[in-house]
Nanobody, 125 residues
């Protein structure tokens, strides 16, 4: 059991930066594979990034690679998404998710049992 709460969303200009946080409560976050997903209006939810239980493996979608960085601090039971050089197409609700399943399926939504409420990110042009 784990409860996830995202924070840090807001309005940012294109080219700017934003840092999202996901705080976990319940079982220690180190027990879970963690992921970030996003969903824009009228579009399907898509994979953004994932990180292994120890933080040794980090994965990114092609659309954010080189601009976003995911990290975790297991001592604080928190994961982060640093968003740099943001673009208008990054506008979406961003969701944090946790999974106790095999890491091989890190990019698939059904892999994750626990989800946060989401935080809105809006990038103006």
């Amino acid at each position: 059991q784990v409860t996830l709460v995202e924070s840090g969303g807001g309005l940012v200009q294109a080219g700017g930066s934003l840092r999202l946080s996901c705080a976990a409560s319940g079982r220690a976050s180190s027990s879970y594979l963690m992921g970030w997903f996003r969903q824009a209006p009228g579009k399907d939810r898509e994979f953004v990034s994932a990180i292994s239980r120890s933080g040794g493996n980090v994965y990114y979608s092609d659309s954010v690679k080189g601009r976003f960085t995911m990290s975790r601090d297991n001592a604080k039971n928190t994961v982060y998404l640093q968003m740099n050089s943001v673009k208008p197409e990054d506008t979406a609700v961003y969701y944090c998710a946790a999974s106790n399943r095999d890491e091989v399926y890190y990019s698939n939504s059904p892999t994750y049992r626990y989800w946060g409420q989401g935080t809105q990110v809006t990038v103006s042009s």
